[in-house]
């Protein structure tokens, strides 16, 4: 028969991520390891410079604390107990310092140091969690950095798909 044919309507598929925020001028503080610090790039083009340079004209400013061969744990609150067997929160380095700067944003990004040394996936989540959210308490908007390549066994591999599965 003849007639028009109906046509759905187009539904934008569910998402896991929270809504993008816009962040205003100020200090935009970078945690982590040493891809943040630009290990591996030619000297001004590791990620944080480029998006320092990218955003710049938009009134950031980036306070880069990131410390090459630092896990989750360095960046935990000094307020957090230490695990046994785990590294203590760096003072330098850490949520704590990262939130004496008043940033109008905080970028996370650890992404292997601890797969690579052992640390669990639960351990890996719930300190970035943690992390979180004690930036989120303050009103500090949080970007969390996925995980990166790297030469790992193929169990490690899977778990660092895991780490950002969960992080999502």
């Known amino acids: 028969g003849g007639g028009s044919a109906t046509v759905p309507a187009m539904v934008p598929p569910p998402t896991a991520t929270a809504p993008v925020v816009q962040v205003s001028s100020g200090t935009w503080v970078v945690m982590g390891s040493s891809t943040a610090t630009g290990a591996g790039a030619p000297v001004g083009k590791g990620w944080v410079d480029l998006l320092q340079a990218a955003t710049a004209s938009h009134g950031a400013q980036f306070a880069n604390i990131a410390v090459g061969g630092s896990v989750t744990y360095h960046g935990l609150s000094a307020s957090v107990p230490v695990a046994s067997g785990r590294p203590s929160p760096n003072p330098a380095a850490n949520i ?59 169990a490690q591999l899977a778990q660092l798909k895991e780490i950002d599965q969960r992080l999502l």
Request: aromatic share 4%; no cysteine; charged share 15%.
């Open 96 to 154: 704590d310092q990262a939130l004496s700067r008043r940033p109008v944003a905080l970028i996370v990004a650890y992404p292997t140091n601890d797969t690579a040394l052992g640390y669990s996936t639960e351990e890996t989540v719930n300190n970035i969690l943690s992390i979180r959210a004690k930036a989120l308490v303050a009103g500090v908007p949080v970007v969390v950095t996925s995980t990166q390549p790297r030469n790992l066994s193929n």
